[in-house]
Nanobody, 123 residues
Framework: QVQLVESGGGLVQAGGSLRLSCAASGVTFSTVAMGWFRQAPGKEREFVAGISRSGVNTYYGDSVKGRFTISRDNIKNMVYLQMNSLKPEDTAVYYC????????????????WGQGTQVTVSS
């Protein structure tokens, strides 16, 4: 059974930083692409960042380019999202997800999801 568990969310002031972590189990981690999505109240789920199976290729949503960095550790079965220069509009529940296919920005392509972690950025 595949499990994804996010951690690292919390309350931070605008301009601050947070690092989200996602621990994966029940899957051969190096065979799945990983993504981070977020969903704010009343809004659709939004692609934030994705990373290929090897970690060589990454992709970011336009709203976070230059501020967020995704990385992974295929030994520890972990994926991370370093979030810098946070803005109030980054406030959302952040989800990590695993895709058995190639890296994708579409949430429909992802097979497994974590429970989410809340990030709140105060102005």
């Amino acid at each position: 059974q595949v499990q994804l568990v996010e951690s690292g969310g919390g309350l931070v002031q605008a301009g601050g930083s947070l690092r989200l972590s996602c621990a994966a189990s029940g899957v051969t981690f190096s065979t799945v692409a990983m993504g981070w999505f977020r969903q704010a109240p009343g809004k659709e789920r939004e692609f934030v960042a994705g990373i290929s199976r090897s970690g060589v290729n990454t992709y970011y949503g336009d709203s976070v380019k230059g501020r967020f960095t995704i990385s992974r550790d295929n030994i520890k079965n972990m994926v991370y999202l370093q979030m810098n220069s946070l803005k109030p509009e980054d406030t959302a529940v952040y989800y990590c997800a695993a895709d058995r296919g190639v890296l994708s920005t579409s949430s429909q392509r992802y097979h497994y999801w974590g429970q989410g972690t809340q990030v709140t950025v105060s102005s």
